[in-house]
């Protein structure tokens, strides 16, 4: 299948619109991964055309065409043969090429990525300087060094250098896999290169396309 | 008549070195479905059967550098609808098939997947495999028929020589097929139960060794044995799915430039 290339930094204001396109959505068609205990319970999932497709508030969730609803909370994608691909709102699929990052659907999609075996080897694919961001969707085998874990509700991440990850299966074993900014999540200091934005009457620091609000014990990630 | 005699002999002779290679490929293929035969319907033949296994797999990473991951796996089965196994080496998992759904547990990370599966083990091997791209190396061997599931009409190879295994004299069938070539070894005395399996995965850059030991065809089981039993502090994650299982036949890549769904600015 034939790629697309995004940039990170485009991958972030993707995301950002994707939780902003799904919170919109108040038809609960069909929730996948019920069995996955923890799981929000206000899980906004919409099914596509092809009766395919779900999102997720916190990310994405696919149903499969078959009925196996494997692909559980919180951005979940679909890895493929040679790269990956998932499925979108409206049964537009999305697809990653081969050593690059990820692509969104029009309608709010998911974003998806291929898998590294850690950072550094994701960066040289990517062909980018040390400490850049990763793209969201990309899957590492392992965890980067030093990471630090960020719980939100029942949900745990990790959090290294401006980026967040969670856990996923895929091929047997389990992978980390980048999502965006889950909201709720508190870092103590915030990434190099944010800047102060102000919405409506309140001051945040926006770090990227990711938005925090300064509380007592360090920054939250604030998803409008 | 010894002319006759002498001039049928050169016929024979002849039909026999044209035809000869051919039949040498005929009686080792002969020869080799007919020890995959017996050892099918060994194993078929058991209602419950466990096994454990050294399995070395070696996969080509996308750096180009390959991979090797070593397990030792227990696994049971019960027909038509259970499986249970555990593994322990480079990876500490543990998997319970309760005939609707496959929990998967992570051991070392503390997280578990559940995929909802088909109601029969033979259906949630080839699902599980072709859908979520786990790799089951011995997948086909606990089918309800392994040589249907490892030969077809495009699999060519059969018997090709004998090798010492773990002490026992094992015939060595070779087989092919476009997508993975493997190589099984099985005993030639005592039950015909697989003493060794090679698996190369050509379309996946990605190669397997199983030894088998300890086959036991008839296992103590019970219900409770493929109950999944998850920790309280095992945090569930999500299965990811290979996307040719998921894709509608007539998708097509959405390549709408992300610019075009720019988000707007907070407000």
Same mark, same amino acid.
């Given at each position: 299948?034939?790629?697309?290339?995004?940039?990170?930094?485009?991958?972030?204001?993707?995301?950002?619109?994707?939780?902003?396109?799904?919170?919109?959505?108040?038809?609960?068609?069909?929730?996948?991964?019920?069995?996955?205990?923890?799981?929000?319970?206000?899980?906004?999932?919409?099914?596509?055309?092809?009766?395919?497709?779900?999102?997720?508030?916190?990310?994405?969730?696919?149903?499969?065409?078959?009925?196996?609803?494997?692909?559980?909370?919180?951005?979940?994608?679909?890895?493929?043969?040679?790269?990956?691909?998932?499925?979108?709102?409206?049964?537009?699929?999305?697809?990653?090429?081969?050593?690059?990052?990820?692509?969104?659907?029009?309608?709010?999609?998911?974003?998806?990525?291929?898998?590294?075996?850690?950072?550094?080897?994701?960066?040289?694919?990517?062909?980018?300087?040390?400490?850049?961001?990763?793209?969201?969707?990309?899957?590492?085998?392992?965890?980067?060094?030093?990471?630090?874990?960020?719980?939100?509700?029942?949900?745990?991440?990790?959090?290294?250098?401006?980026?967040?990850?969670?856990?996923?299966?895929?091929?047997?074993?389990?992978?980390?896999?980048?999502?965006?900014?889950?909201?709720?999540?508190?870092?103590?200091?915030?990434?190099?290169?944010?800047?102060?934005?102000?919405?409506?009457?309140?001051?945040?620091?926006?770090?990227?396309?990711?938005?925090?609000?300064?509380?007592?014990?360090?920054?939250?990630?604030?998803?409008? | 008549?010894?002319?006759?005699?002498?001039?049928?002999?050169?016929?024979?002779?002849?039909?026999?070195?044209?035809?000869?290679?051919?039949?040498?490929?005929?009686?080792?293929?002969?020869?080799?479905?007919?020890?995959?035969?017996?050892?099918?319907?060994?194993?078929?033949?058991?209602?419950?059967?466990?096994?454990?296994?050294?399995?070395?797999?070696?996969?080509?990473?996308?750096?180009?550098?390959?991979?090797?991951?070593?397990?030792?796996?227990?696994?049971?089965?019960?027909?038509?609808?259970?499986?249970?196994?555990?593994?322990?080496?480079?990876?500490?998992?543990?998997?319970?098939?309760?005939?609707?759904?496959?929990?998967?547990?992570?051991?070392?990370?503390?997280?578990?997947?559940?995929?909802?599966?088909?109601?029969?083990?033979?259906?949630?091997?080839?699902?599980?495999?072709?859908? #979520?791209?786990?790799?089951?190396?011995?997948?086909?061997?606990?089918?309800?028929?392994?040589?249907?599931? #490892?030969?077809?009409?495009?699999?060519?190879?059969?018997?090709?020589?004998?090798?010492?295994?773990?002490?026992?004299?094992?015939?060595?069938?070779?087989?092919?097929?476009?997508?993975?070539?493997?190589?099984?070894?099985?005993?030639?005395?005592?039950?015909?139960?697989?003493?060794?399996?090679?698996?190369? #995965?050509?379309?996946?850059?990605?190669?397997?060794?199983?030894?088998?030991?300890?086959?036991?065809?008839?296992?103590?089981?019970?219900?409770?044995?493929?109950?999944?039993?998850?920790?309280?502090?095992?945090?569930?994650?999500?299965?990811?799915?290979?996307?040719?299982?998921?894709?509608?036949?007539?998708?097509?890549?959405?390549?709408?430039?992300?610019?075009?769904?720019?988000?707007?600015?907070?407000?």
């Amino acid at each position: 299948m034939r790629g697309i290339h995004v940039r990170p930094e485009t991958l972030s204001r993707v995301a950002l619109l994707l939780v902003i396109a799904v919170a919109s959505v108040s038809t609960v068609v069909q929730v996948t991964g019920q069995t996955v205990r923890g799981a929000r319970a206000r899980g906004t999932v919409v099914q596509g055309e092809h009766g395919t497709a779900a999102v997720g508030p916190r990310g994405a969730a696919v149903k499969g065409d078959e009925g196996y609803a494997a692909v559980g909370r919180r951005g979940a994608v679909v890895h493929g043969d040679d790269g990956t691909a998932a499925v979108g709102r409206r049964g537009a699929v999305v697809v990653g090429e081969e050593g690059h990052g990820a692509a969104v659907g029009r309608y709010g999609g998911v974003v998806v990525g291929n898998h590294y075996e850690d950072y550094e080897g994701w960066r040289v694919a990517a062909g980018v300087a040390a400490g850049t961001a990763i793209a969201v969707g990309t899957m590492l085998s392992r965890p980067p060094a030093g990471a630090a874990t960020v719980v939100v509700g029942p949900t745990s991440y990790l959090y290294s250098g401006g980026s967040y990850y969670t856990r996923v299966v895929t091929g047997g074993a389990v992978a980390y896999q980048v999502v965006a900014p889950p909201a709720g999540a508190i870092i103590a200091t915030l990434p190099a290169g944010c800047a102060a934005a102000r919405v409506g009457a309140v001051t945040y620091q926006r770090c990227g396309n990711s938005y925090y609000e300064r509380v007592a014990t360090g920054y939250r990630v604030v998803v409008f | 008549m010894p002319s006759r005699n002498a001039s049928g002999f050169a016929v024979m002779l002849t039909i026999t070195m044209i035809v000869t290679p051919a039949c040498g490929t005929r009686d080792k293929r002969a020869r080799g479905e007919d020890l995959l035969k017996q050892t099918s319907a060994r194993i078929a033949s058991a209602q419950a059967l466990s096994v454990t296994t050294d399995e070395t797999n070696d996969r080509v990473a996308r750096d180009g550098k390959t991979r090797q991951v070593r397990v030792q796996r227990l696994v049971t089965v019960r027909r038509p609808d259970r499986m249970w196994f555990k593994t322990s080496g480079d990876r500490n998992t543990e998997g319970f098939y309760d005939g609707s759904r496959l929990t998967l547990l992570f051991h070392g990370e503390k997280v578990f997947g559940v995929i909802p599966t088909p109601a029969r083990l033979d259906d949630t091997i080839q699902m599980v495999s072709e859908r #979520y791209d786990i790799p089951l190396p011995i997948g086909d061997l606990l089918t309800s028929d392994p040589q249907k599931s #490892y030969l077809s009409s495009q699999t060519t190879g059969g018997w090709e020589g004998e090798d010492t295994i773990d002490g026992k004299k094992s015939a060595r069938l070779e087989w092919h097929h476009p997508n993975v070539d493997w190589t099984i070894w099985i005993p030639e005395s005592g039950e015909p139960l697989p003493a060794k399996l090679w698996v190369n #995965y050509k379309s996946r850059d990605r190669k397997t060794t199983v030894l088998f030991k300890d086959w036991n065809l008839s296992p103590r089981v019970s219900d409770a044995m493929f109950q999944a039993r998850i920790p309280d502090d095992y945090e569930g994650v999500a299965v990811i799915q290979r996307a040719s299982a998921v894709l509608p036949p007539d998708a097509k890549p959405d390549a709408t430039p992300a610019s075009e769904v720019a988000p707007a600015p907070p407000k």
